[in-house]
C-alpha cells in the first residue's frame, strides 16, 4: 500500500460510525446554531464554541467520501465535494471554518493573539468553494490566487514546484493593500509548494500573512515545512504518517 493509500485510510477510520438520523440530526442542530449566529447573537462561551465546533467536525468527517484507486491504483481519494451538496453540511462546514478562525490562535498552539483577518485568499481552484462564504461571515474581503494567464491587468508572480516541473500562481496588483492581515485557505495542504506560493504573493503586495486554513491534510508530505513556521490549521485532523 502507497503512503498516500494509508494516510487516506486514516481519515476514513476517524470517521463516527453514525447512523444517517444521527449525522442529519447533528448538522440540523449546527445548521441552526449558524443561522442563530448570523443573525448577530455571539457564542456564549468559548467552551460552547469549541463544543459547537467538536460537533460540527464529526458531521462533517461523516459526509466525506472515499473512492479507491483514484487517480490512480493505491490511492485512497477523499472526496470534500460532498460538504457542498447538502445545505445543511455546506451550512455547518462555513460555520465550522468560522468557528475555527476564531479559535485559530489556540488551534496554531500559538500564544499571540489571533485578530480577524481582512482578507481571505483561496487558492485555484477548490479554494474558491468556500473561501468567498468565509469571507462573508468574517466581515472580509475575498482574493482569489490563480493560475499564470488567467487574470486581465497587471499580476504579480510567484513560481512553485510541482512534480514534473514548475507552475505558476498570480494575484492582482492592488487586490491586497499593505498592511491588510491576511488568511490563506485551500482544501487540502499536500506538499505546501502551492501555499508557499500563495504566501509569498500576499507579502509582495505588502499583506501581512496571518496563516493559512485547510480543510484536509496529508501529514507525510510534511507539507508545513514550505510554509516558513507560519500559522497553520486543519480543521479536519488525520492521523495518517
Not at 494567464?149 to 492582482?172: L, R, S
Not at 508530505?221 to 480543521?235: H, I, N, P, W
Request: aromatic share 6%.
Amino acid at each position: 500500500m502507497s503512503p498516500s493509500a494509508e494516510a487516506a485510510q486514516n481519515l476514513a477510520s476517524t470517521r463516527p460510525d453514525q447512523t444517517s438520523s444521527e449525522t442529519q440530526t447533528n448538522t440540523a442542530a449546527t445548521a441552526s446554531t449558524a443561522s442563530n449566529d448570523a443573525s448577530g447573537r455571539q457564542p456564549t462561551s468559548t467552551s460552547a464554541s469549541a463544543a459547537e465546533l467538536a460537533r460540527t467536525k464529526i458531521s462533517l468527517l461523516g459526509a466525506l467520501k472515499t473512492f479507491p484507486d483514484f487517480p490512480i491504483p493505491g490511492i485512497q481519494f477523499i472526496d470534500i465535494l460532498p460538504l457542498f451538496q447538502d445545505h445543511a453540511i455546506h451550512t455547518a462546514l462555513v460555520r465550522a471554518l468560522e468557528l475555527q478562525v476564531l479559535n485559530f490562535a489556540a488551534a496554531a498552539g500559538s500564544d499571540i493573539p489571533f485578530q480577524k483577518p481582512d482578507v481571505i485568499v483561496g487558492l485555484d481552484a477548490r479554494g474558491f468553494l468556500f473561501g468567498p462564504s468565509l469571507a462573508l461571515r468574517l466581515n472580509a474581503g475575498f482574493v482569489p490566487v490563480r493560475k499564470q494567464g488567467k487574470m486581465p491587468g497587471p499580476c504579480v508572480t510567484a513560481a512553485y514546484e510541482k512534480e514534473y516541473g514548475t507552475d505558476y500562481f498570480q494575484i492582482q496588483e492592488g487586490a491586497i493593500k499593505p498592511g491588510q492581515k491576511v488568511l490563506v485557505v485551500d482544501d487540502i495542504i499536500a506538499t505546501g509548494g502551492s501555499a508557499a506560493a500563495a504566501g509569498s504573493l500576499v507579502k509582495q503586495l505588502g499583506g501581512e500573512l496571518m496563516g493559512y486554513l485547510f480543510i484536509l491534510e496529508i501529514p507525510f508530505l510534511k507539507g508545513r515545512e514550505k510554509l516558513d513556521g507560519v500559522a497553520t490549521v486543519t480543521l479536519l485532523e488525520t492521523d495518517g504518517k
